[in-house]
Each structure stands twice: as C-alpha cells, then as structure tokens.
C-alpha cells in the first residue's frame, strides 16, 4: 500500500472557501445594554477604610462574562509623586462570588493570581492590559487621580456561558489589600467605581423556553468553569514542604510560586533558589506523585508548567507564556504540575482531574530553597489549586458542585 491508497480512501469534501450561502442570523436577542453597576455602601474605599466593594448584579437580562470590568479612579492623597507597583488589580486580595446568595467562589491573594495566570499567557495581553490597568513603574502625580480599569477575572466569568440574572442574582464582592503599598508607593483611595457590564434580552418565546425548561420540566441551566483556590505558608527552610487538604471531584492542576522576602505580594514570583537548576521540586497527592520523579532542572520545570497552563500542544499553535529567557529562573518563577488524565488541546475542560474527595491529603515537597531576609532570598510560597466547578440553577435556586 501507498500514501495515494489512503488518500483515496479518505472522505472528500468542500472547503469554506466554495461554499456560497446566506450567514446564520441571530434574531432572538432583542437587545444588548452597556450598563453600569454601582457598589453598595460607601462612596471612598482604601486600605484603613471601608475595604469592601459590593456589587449586585439583577434583573431579567442575561450577563456577558467576557464584559464584566471594574472601573475605579486611584486618587494619590499625598503631596509626593505615586509610583505604581503593579497594574490595578494588585489593589484586591480577595474575591468572593454569589449566585442566589450561594457562595460559589472566594479567591484569597486575588491580585497576586490576577497577575500568576496573565504570566501564563501572551506578552501582548499583559501590554494591552497596562493600557487600561496601568503599569509597574507607572507614575500618578502629588494629589492627583488616575482612572484605571481590568476585566474581572474569576472562575465563572471567564467562561463563555451567558449567565441569566433572573435566576442567580449574582453578587460580587472585592476587597482591598490590607497594605496600601502593594498597589502603590504612597496612601492612595478608591472612588467613582463602578462595574461596566454587557446585559443581553431575549426574545420573548426563548426566555419562555428557558422558564419552562426550569419551572415545569424542573430541569436544571448547567455552568461549567474553573474553580481556584489559593494559600500561602512561610518558608523557613531549605527542604520545605507543606501539606493541603483540599476536596474536590476533578483537580485539575496545581501552581506553585514564592515571594521574596522584601518582595510585594502582587507581583513577587521570585526563582527559590540562589543557583540555578539548584531547585527541585514534587507534589504527592495520596498515594500517587506528579510527576513520577521529582523535577530536577528548569529543562523539566518549563515543560511541566506548559501541560499545566493548556499550551503543551505546540508553541507554533498556542499562546506562548509571557515569561523571558533568563527570568523564569529570577524573577518570574512558577512551577506548574497537571492532574489531568488527559491534557485538553482545545481548551475547554475534559473532566479527566484527579479525585480527591476521599481525603486525599496534597503534600507539596521541594528541595534547595534559599530561606532567608537576604538578596534574592524567598520568605513565603504560595499554592494556587484550579479544579472543576459545576454552577446547576434551576428555579429552587442555585448549587454549586466542586
């Protein structure tokens, strides 16, 4: 046999190029409304003040997650010049989301992940971001203000679901860091912040299809996304490790990364140790390791930290990390480690992680840090854990599965 045998035996068709017909329409959305959502309560937020921005988000309209973004004016309350330290987001620690007063999400060291994950994807995003976020580096002049704004990044908004407010009444609430100076070099306060936001109406028949769906059919609106859960442990020695419980049905993977002990929570992903290659490092969940055998160099760190992020495929084919030669073992250090079963080429989850329900515990161990107060000495780790999430509204209300 031959490659023209199997070339004739394929199936053969029409590219796109050669067909010629009418494109789909979309004529059962009847409008789309940029709104804005103000926060409830105080009208000035900062660090030694009211730290707690909510948001509530209703009506019969149907959420855009990709078009949710924080607006705010950074105001320098000093006569000296402000220099930022990170892009907006670093000014939140935390982030918790609700669905029909049901806790779905809570994200600890919000911006520190805000910032983690971007470095996991294209240097052009981060460029673009600064635009509008602003920029390490970045300058605000003696009592003078800045409007900022980032998209809002968690589980459930970055997934391409629309999300129908009728039923889950969603919420959000972000908090300030507790230290003005990871965002900034000067005392700065939040106001004017509202959230920017793209609501959808349906044509009259869908929608009723949606409530007869739910209401006499008692079927359920399934949200599939990514949940995140992150801690963080001081590192005091050299062989450290840390042991986690975490249950959930599918982990899907696990990001580990450290900060220097004069370094800023934001945007501190220092490499843990002194000399190069000199850092190992192996997660044990149950009775299995990822990967077998600990990793010994940054050849194996960089691979791993590919499968874990989604771009193992090809460099060629996907969007590369945004992390240079020379800084992924200085400054911009994170190891990566996948549980998936299978690796997802296209992005979307395959539900293949790992179960760790039956009390597993997650014992992270490394080996060659540099503890210290000293140079580029690390003080604290961090572990960010990301795991399949289902959000089941119906009209009992909404739960949330992990």
Same mark, same amino acid.
């Given at each position: 046999?031959?490659?023209?045998?199997?070339?004739?035996?394929?199936?053969?068709?029409?590219?796109?190029?050669?067909?010629?017909?009418?494109?789909?329409?979309?004529?059962?959305?009847?409008?789309?409304?940029?709104?804005?959502?103000?926060?409830?309560?105080?009208?000035?937020?900062?660090?030694?003040?009211?730290?707690?921005?909510?948001?509530?988000?209703?009506?019969?309209?149907?959420?855009?997650?990709?078009?949710?973004?924080?607006?705010?004016?950074?105001?320098?309350?000093? &006569?000296?010049?402000?220099?930022?330290?990170?892009?907006?987001?670093?000014?939140?620690?935390?982030?918790?989301?609700?669905?029909?007063?049901?806790? *779905?999400?809570?994200?600890?060291?919000?911006?520190?992940?805000?910032?983690?994950?971007?470095?996991?994807?294209?240097?052009?995003?981060?460029?673009?971001?600064?635009?509008?976020?602003?920029?390490?580096?970045?300058?605000?002049?003696?009592?003078?203000?800045?409007?900022?704004?980032?998209?809002?990044?968690?589980?459930?908004?970055?997934?391409?679901?629309?999300?129908?407010?009728?039923?889950?009444?969603?919420?959000?609430?972000?908090?300030?860091?507790?230290?003005?100076?990871?965002?900034?070099?000067?005392?700065?306060?939040?106001?004017?912040?509202?959230?920017?936001?793209?609501?959808?109406?349906?044509?009259?028949?869908?929608?009723?299809?949606?409530?007869?769906?739910?209401?006499?059919? &008692?079927?359920?609106?399934?949200?599939?996304?990514?949940?995140?859960?992150?801690?963080?442990?001081?590192?005091?020695?050299?062989?450290?490790?840390?042991?986690?419980?975490?249950?959930?049905?599918?982990?899907?993977?696990?990001?580990?990364?450290?900060?220097?002990?004069?370094?800023?929570?934001?945007?501190?992903?220092?490499?843990?140790?002194?000399?190069?290659?000199?850092?190992?490092?192996?997660?044990? *969940?149950?009775?299995?390791?990822?990967?077998?055998?600990?990793?010994?160099?940054?050849?194996?760190?960089?691979?791993?930290?590919?499968?874990?992020?989604?771009?193992?495929?090809?460099?060629?084919?996907?969007?590369?990390?945004?992390?240079?030669?020379?800084?992924?073992?200085?400054?911009?250090? *994170?190891?990566?480690?996948?549980?998936?079963?299978?690796?997802?080429?296209?992005?979307?989850?395959?539900?293949?992680?790992?179960?760790?329900?039956?009390?597993?515990?997650?014992?992270?161990?490394?080996?060659?840090?540099?503890? &210290?107060?000293?140079?580029?000495?690390?003080?604290?780790?961090?572990?960010?854990?990301?795991?399949?999430?289902?959000?089941?509204?119906?009209?009992?209300?909404?739960?949330?599965?992990?």
């Amino acid at each position: 046999m031959s490659l023209e045998t199997y070339a004739a035996a394929s199936e053969s068709q029409l590219t796109q190029q050669f067909i010629h017909r009418t494109p789909s329409k979309v004529d059962w959305c009847m409008d789309r409304r940029q709104a804005r959502i103000y926060p409830s309560g105080s009208a000035v937020y900062s660090s030694t003040g009211t730290k707690l921005l909510k948001f509530n988000i209703s009506g019969d309209a149907w959420l855009d997650p990709y078009s949710v973004h924080l607006v705010g004016t950074w105001r320098n309350k000093t &006569g000296t010049d402000m220099t930022l330290v990170n892009s907006a987001y670093s000014a939140f620690q935390r982030c918790v989301v609700r669905c029909g007063g049901v806790q *779905i999400e809570d994200i600890q060291n919000y911006g520190r992940n805000y910032y983690m994950l971007n470095k996991l994807g294209p240097k052009a995003h981060m460029d673009d971001l600064s635009i509008t976020a602003g920029a390490p580096g970045e300058t605000i002049a003696a009592n003078s203000s800045k409007v900022m704004s980032f998209p809002m990044w968690t589980g459930l908004l970055s997934q391409h679901k629309a999300i129908p407010l009728k039923y889950t009444q969603l919420t959000l609430e972000l908090e300030l860091t507790d230290s003005s100076d990871e965002f900034a070099t000067q005392d700065w306060d939040l106001t004017d912040c509202f959230l920017m936001c793209d609501m959808m109406t349906l044509d009259s028949t869908l929608q009723s299809a949606y409530a007869s769906h739910m209401l006499e059919e &008692g079927k359920e609106l399934i949200i599939s996304f990514p949940g995140y859960q992150s801690s963080s442990y001081a590192v005091t020695s050299g062989d450290w490790q840390i042991n986690l419980a975490r249950s959930v049905t599918r982990l899907k993977s696990l990001f580990l990364s450290f900060r220097k002990h004069d370094g800023k929570k934001s945007n501190s992903l220092q490499y843990p140790s002194t000399n190069a290659d000199a850092f190992q490092a192996q997660v044990q *969940i149950g009775a299995k390791n990822f990967p077998d055998s600990k990793i010994t160099s940054t050849a194996e760190f960089w691979p791993r930290l590919m499968a874990a992020c989604g771009n193992h495929t090809s460099v060629l084919a996907t969007s590369a990390i945004d992390v240079s030669n020379g800084a992924y073992t200085g400054a911009e250090f *994170i190891a990566g480690f996948s549980c998936e079963k299978v690796l997802s080429e296209s992005g979307e989850t395959n539900m293949s992680g790992l179960n760790t329900k039956s009390g597993d515990l997650i014992t992270v161990r490394t080996f060659g840090v540099t503890a &210290g107060t000293t140079g580029n000495q690390v003080a604290e780790g961090f572990v960010c854990i990301v795991h399949d999430s289902i959000l089941a509204i119906s009209d009992e209300g909404c739960r949330i599965f992990t």
